[in-house]
């Protein structure tokens, strides 16, 4: 839905709204990496023609905190800044080339402390400290089994130690909102999120305003893999309407969002891994250190789900996984699209292919005889009962992978004079549906018109994923009434029910459940009153009748469906059942090296997804696809450098021109436990490729990198150091 008004360039963004009388607003921001703020001289800016006023955290009332599980983020510092880029104050203007002038008059005087970047040394105990008197926000840990036992019985035994960047999560619309009173007196936010129930939160909390004195609308969202979710727009806008009882706008630049908004968490890794001769995994050991950067976040919930991953979608009877969680002075890191598992995949699938190597196997044999199937045991102690793909995604592959493998074998390019190879890789991965142990639930509502509509109630976001289709489809195979018949009233607190928020995979699962029961519930009572004569009437008539005839029998024409999830947090030995439903995915990829100038291209990747039901195969498509070219540049490309990447031409993102053949398949273990047996496949596709990327390029030029990206100057160097 919406698809129309993207196309013809009709859709209007946050960033499109422009209301009359509107203050523009720009944010003040430290160039201190860390250091104690001893004062904020404003004079200079307000004496700028049109400047309107400008604010510090003494103008915030309320707490003037926030964060999706830890509030320890200030909205504006108060007596100290954490990171480059942090918020100090709020200019506001009658242009936005005042604000921008005036902000760069804001005199701050500080007074420097030391700091610190790398997880490991903020771990160390002489380390400066950012919060209290320790640097580790979260430790962890998961236990199945004995792994000394594991290690003893293995034949082989590999260990090596990996890393993955901070990584950018390249959404072409930057963050953006406007802001203004309405006729009560209450504050309107319309603005690019992934949750505007969390938002009207967060601005109560921060300002200190009752909720109910607090409106957001999700304007339409040009894309966010999560760096929307914890984002600190709302309360500043707020702020501004509130001092100012005006209209106010706040669009932040391209390279302010490059440099100051949440990344995907830096990782490093140490995995141990053991196998018998005949290829059975007998144990795994590891130990993860994240760094969330200046403050909490998701920080928590990406280093769990990074541990019950540790695994891969393995049969592995003996598991030791340890993991840490570190503040540093880097810019925050979030929510990014798979929450901690594109980290951790990366190095188990590396240790497949490893262990493969020296055990003489055959990459793809070796997976398929340890995968988790129906019955499978995972590392936090929860059964899978059903719905467990990964062998049927494996085996789907398995022509391609064949073929590939005779390709490889084939002289690549024997007329263009340059040294290349070929190598194919893959990856196997599971990925569980929803947030880790965080029940999340979801409400979601619907009601016939007068005018003979079907409305969906829906406040769950939607950031070009097809949210709302999926939903809509949901309702109208429930009720048997056809889906243009629908109309979907997106996500705006005055109206539709708090669905959770977009991420962690969960709305086909989660607020396609909560659809399904508000639709059969609706259906039942258009049930109750329906009589035969309506049949052969046009379905507008039929609804509209139906309307009428609900009114007079005193039957409701809105219901609303809920859903929370039976899921269990992990507790302090990691045993739990932290999902509902998991995913499993197989993704190969075949690629040429150019072993003159460390080049890599590739050629082809296949995906086989386990999604449970394809509510949407065409956005289903269009996910994946997306997904796939996103991990490609993790794997070749994208590094986020704090204080060295600061705009988009630091930051390398694919092009069109990096887009290899690419193949979809679809395989359908339906589960039980979502709607029509749907699971969800939003971040799924954005793990798998770029570990089977890299284990291609091993098996072309036998070179493997311990360390992501993969970019063309460090497998040239890398080359070079092996001959």
Known sequence: M????????????????????????KVVRSIKDHALIKG???????????????????????????GPIIQDQPVLAENRVRYAGEALAVVAAESLQVAEHAASLVDVHYEDLEAVFDSTDAMGEESPKLHGSSNILSAMQIRKGDTREGFRRADVVVEHFYQTPFNEHGYLEPEAGVGWKDDNGRIVIRLSTQNPHENQAQVANTLGIPLEKIRIIQ?????????????????????????????????????????????????????????????????????????????ASYGKAVLERALIHATGPYEIPNVSVKGHCVYTNCVPAGAMRAFGAPQVVFAVESQIDILADKLGLDPFEFRRMNLMRNGSVTST???????????????????????????????????????????????????????????????????????????LLVGAADMGQGVFSTLAQIAAETMGIPVNLF?????????????????ASRQTLYSGNATQQAAA???ATLNSVISEKLENMPWHARLSALYTLCSEKGASVEHFGYFKPDIQPINGEGQGKPHLAYAFASHMAQVEVDLDVGAVRV?????????????????????????????????????????????????????????????????????????????????????????????????????????????????????????
């Open 219 to 295: 304007a339409p969202t040009g894309g966010a893999f999560g760096g929307k979710t914890n984002q600190p727009l709302p309360p500043i806008i707020a702020l501004a309407v509130l001092k100012l009882s005006r209209p106010v706008r706040l669009v932040y630049s391209a390279s302010e969002s490059m440099v100051t908004t949440e990344k995907r968490h830096a990782f490093k890794m140490r995995l141990k891994t053991g196998a018998t001769r005949d290829g059975k995994l007998t144990g795994i050991e590891a130990e993860l250190v994240s760094n969330t950067g200046a403050y």
């Open 40 to 66: 904020i001289d404003t004079t200079k800016a307000l004496a700028v023609p049109g400047v309107i006023a400008v604010f510090t955290a003494r103008d915030i009332e309320g707490t003037n905190r926030f």
């Open 603 to 723: 050629i082809k990747l296949v995906a086989a997804h386990d999604i449970g039901r394809a509510i949407n195969p065409l956005t289903l498509e269009g996910q994946i696809e997306g997904g796939l070219m996103m991990a490609l540049g993790s794997a070749l490309k994208e590094e986020f450098k704090p204080g060295i990447t600061r705009k988009w031409s630091h930051y390398k993102l694919p092009r069109t021109t990096d887009l290899p053949d690419i193949v979809n398949i679809i395989i359908e273990e339906q589960t039980p436990e979502g709607p029509f047996g749907a699971k969800g496949v939003g971040e799924v596709p954005a793990v798998g490729p770029a570990p089977a990327i890299i284990n291609a390029v091993a098996n072309a030029c036998e070179v493997r990198t311990m360390k992501l990206p993969l970019t063309k100057d460090e497998l040239k160097s890398e080359l070079e150091a092996s001959k």
């Open 2 to 25: 919406g698809a129309w008004e993207k196309a013809l360039g009709l859709t209007r963004f946050a960033a499109d709204v422009m209301l009359e009388n509107c203050a523009y607003l």
């Open 381 to 455: 102690g929860q059964k899978l009962e059903s719905s467990v793909g990964a062998e049927q995604t494996l085996l789907a592959i398995e022509p391609y992978y064949r073929q590939a493998i005779a390709w490889a074998g084939v002289a690549a390019n024997e007329t263009s004079g340059r040294n290349i190879k070929r190598g194919v890789g893959l990856a196997t991965i599971f990925y569980g549906i929803g947030e880790a142990g965080f029940k999340n639930p979801s409400r979601i509502g619907i009601r016939i018109t007068t005018d003979g509509w079907v409305e």
């Open 487 to 503: 109309r979907v009233i997106t996500p705006d607190t005055d109206i539709t029910p708090d669905a959770g928020c977009s991420e």
């Open 521 to 523: 519930s609706l259906k």
